[in-house]
């Protein structure tokens, strides 16, 4: 007798609803799509942290920078003025201390760029290592889903099996009620016999 491929498919658990032989094997796929749906979620939301994060360094490191800009300015406007009030304005004393004043203040710009640079690596290093933990998370669903894809397989062949078992069964035994009925033979427990 001839099946279709949909009764096929149906046989084999990859229809809808339930097998012949019992309930079909579960359909993982959704569950999954669901899991790594909630990891991509997840993953999207940390990489906005991480750039939120650096760019609040970047606004801090701006500030800073501008702070300090603006006290050494203040600074060499002083040491002009304190030169003026005592007739020295024209002299190389004044060049001298705006000197100094201008290499403490790149000394100054220096040390805030070394520290924001290691604030932005320690930024770089905990995204690295989220980044890190989603692809062992990544990795662990997918084995999961090779695992259970696996489970799935064996128990729809368990289930196929179990269908072709028991239409070859019943195949059997209607050849067999139709060849005791041929003779006229009754089948013990059937109606009749009293």
Partial sequence: MA??????????????????????????????????????????????????????????????????RQDYASRAADITQQQSRLGMSGTTVGTSLRGGVEREKQSSLNRLADTMQQTKLGIMGQQAAVGERFAGQRSAMMGQRMELGSKAASLRSAEYQTTLSTAAARSKEKGRMALLGRYGISQPGARGLG
């Fill in 3 to 68: 099946m279709g491929a949909s009764a096929q498919a149906r046989m084999m658990g990859f229809g809808g609803g339930r097998g012949r032989g019992g309930p079909r094997a579960p359909d993982y796929s959704e569950m999954f799509g669901q899991m790594q749906e909630q990891s991509r979620t997840a993953e999207a939301a940390s990489q906005a942290k991480y750039q939120e994060m650096l760019g609040v360094a970047g606004e801090t490191t701006g500030q800073r920078q501008a702070d300090i």
